[in-house]
Structures are given as structure tokens and as C-alpha cells.
T-cell receptor, first 114, second 109 residues
């Protein structure tokens, strides 16, 4: 069982370029999340999806968009990358949206925008 | 508003016990989580508390006091592999996790 996979593992991107970070889970989890993790700030929620076909904005959604066409995939797109989007991006999922549903994380994508 | 605080860094000795504290403020509460994150890796789930008291799981225990907005993670018989960051998070009224910045735990021989 792979769990959650993310691609690419790392990427260096020129400012202004468009970039899509991929996330796929094979656990048939309903809820999926995108976080960014920056030193000293902890994990911050970018966007989330409680179930296929629905998405919502998190704490820091500006400059990012997501889609949830099916249960397994939850891509994150940077329409026009800026240096402040340099970060480590984690995708996560959990079976449901209840309090006891544990959140599982993918291995992360390290993105550098120059 | 919502806020969650934990120490930035702690140092402990192999074989000893360490307690990592976490305080939070929230208008809605659905549980307190602890995750472990080794450098360069993804966070992994350690514990979940929703009721007051101590939950023990092997060498790791987690405590919650809802009235005080306080939790701690207790690690016993420390091993070098316990060197990692420990992330505290509370689940808000929308069932979203609000994360602390993490506590980097350094274990010395």
C-alpha cells in the first residue's frame, strides 16, 4: 500500500511560471488537504477538500488553486509562482472529517521559487 | 482567535524523560493531536486526546486539560531516534487542524 504519494519530490522554479504539485492517495479517503510548512511557522492549511467534487479555502489560499475531480487525486496549482511561495508542501488525507479521523501525510514537495 | 504555542527547542539526555508542553486558545475544540516529524520527513501521528487526562501509549504519553487549554507530551526512556520535531495541533469547530510551530527535541548521549 503506497498511502499518499506526491510529485515532484523537489523543484526549482522561475518566478512567474505555472506549476502543479501532484498528490495521489490509495486509501479511498474522503478528505484531502494541502499544507505549506515554513521554518518557525508550522503547518499552514492552503486548501482542503472534504469529498470529491468539493474544495475549500484554508488559512493561506492566495496564489494557489486546487481541484478534486475524483477521490484519489488532489493537485495544487501555482498559477504564477512568486519567491514567497518557496516552501515545503505537504499533502494529507483522512478517512472522514470527524474528530477521530487521523490525518496522514505524504512525503512532501520542496519547492524553491527564484 | 485561535492560537497554539509550544517551545521552539528542547534538549534532553538519552535514557531520561522529557515533557513537551503545548497551550492553545480556541473558540471551538474537537481534540488535541501530537505528531512526530523527523528532519526532512512527513509528520506522523502519535496521539489524540479529547477528554481530560492522561493517555499512555508505550514510552509516549499525552495529557490534556481542556479547562486550562493545556496539553503535554511525555517521552520516557529517551532514545537517539526520538530526536525529531514534535507538533501539537488542536482540531477546531470546523474539524480543521490548527498547528503549533513544533518543538525540536535534541537528544544527547
Amino acid at each position: 500500500i503506497a498511502g499518499i504519494t506526491q510529485a515532484p519530490t523537489s523543484q526549482i522554479l522561475a518566478a512567474g511560471r505555472r506549476m502543479t504539485l501532484r498528490c495521489t492517495q490509495d486509501m479511498r479517503h474522503n478528505a484531502m488537504y494541502w499544507y505549506r510548512q515554513d521554518l518557525g511557522l508550522g503547518l499552514r492549511l492552503i486548501h482542503y477538500s472534504n469529498t470529491a467534487g468539493t474544495t475549500g479555502k484554508g488559512e493561506v489560499p492566495d496564489g494557489y488553486s486546487v481541484s478534486r475531480a475524483n477521490t484519489d487525486d488532489f493537485p495544487l496549482t501555482l498559477a504564477s509562482a512568486v519567491p514567497s511561495q518557496t516552501s515545503v508542501y505537504f499533502c494529507a488525507s483522512r478517512a472522514g472529517t470527524g474528530a477521530t479521523d487521523t490525518q496522514y501525510f505524504g512525503p512532501g514537495t520542496r519547492l524553491t521559487v527564484l | 482567535g485561535q492560537n497554539i504555542d509550544q517551545p521552539t527547542e528542547m534538549t534532553a539526555t538519552e535514557g531520561a524523560i522529557v515533557q513537551i508542553n503545548c497551550t492553545y486558545q480556541t473558540s471551538g475544540f474537537n481534540g488535541l493531536f501530537w505528531y512526530q516529524q523527523h528532519a526532512g520527513e512527513a509528520p506522523t501521528f502519535l496521539s489524540y486526546n479529547v477528554l481530560d487526562g492522561l493517555e499512555e501509549k508505550g514510552r509516549f504519553s499525552s495529557f490534556l486539560s481542556r479547562s486550562k487549554g493545556y496539553s503535554y507530551l511525555l517521552l520516557k526512556e529517551l532514545q537517539m531516534k526520538d530526536s525529531a520535531s514534535y507538533l501539537c495541533a488542536h482540531m477546531d469547530s470546523n474539524y480543521q487542524l490548527i498547528w503549533g510551530a513544533g518543538t525540536k527535541l535534541i537528544i544527547k548521549p
